[in-house]
Nanobody, 115 residues
Framework: QVQVVEFGGGLVQPGGSLTLSCAVS????????MAWYRQPPGKQRNWVAT???????SYADSVKGRFTNSRDVAKNTVNLRMNSLKPDDTAVYYC?????????WGQGTQVTVSS
């Protein structure tokens, strides 16, 4: 059974940094497309970043240059490093695993950017 669990959310001041992690069990992240999405309060869920199974990365314009999505193969985990955080980054952040056999979401982790 494939499972995806996010952790690392919390409260951070504007301009601060935070790293979210997405731990995968039941398959290797090397075989998967791993994506991050976020859902601000009262708004729809939007795509943030992706790392493909070949290691290629892509980012939404709103986070490009501030967020870095990377794989830790030894831990079978994907990490989203978020720098220069803004209040508009406040959202529940979700990790999504996609393979030909699976399309699995995590439960989400809250990130709040506020002074």
């Amino acid at each position: 059974q494939v499972q995806v669990v996010e952790f690392g959310g919390g409260l951070v001041q504007p301009g601060g940094s935070l790293t979210l992690s997405c731990a995968v069990s039941g398959t290797s992240i090397l075989f998967a497309q791993m994506a991050w999405y976020r859902q601000p309060p009262g708004k729809q869920r939007n795509w943030v970043a992706t790392v493909e199974n070949n290691g290629a990365t892509s980012y939404a314009d709103s986070v490009k240059g501030r967020f870095t999505n990377s794989r830790d193969v030894a831990k079978n985990t994907v990490n989203l490093r978020m720098n220069s955080l803004k209040p508009d980054d406040t959202a529940v952040y979700y990790c999504k695993l996609t393979t030909p056999q699976h399309n699995t979401w995590g439960q989400g982790t809250q990130v709040t950017v506020s002074s």
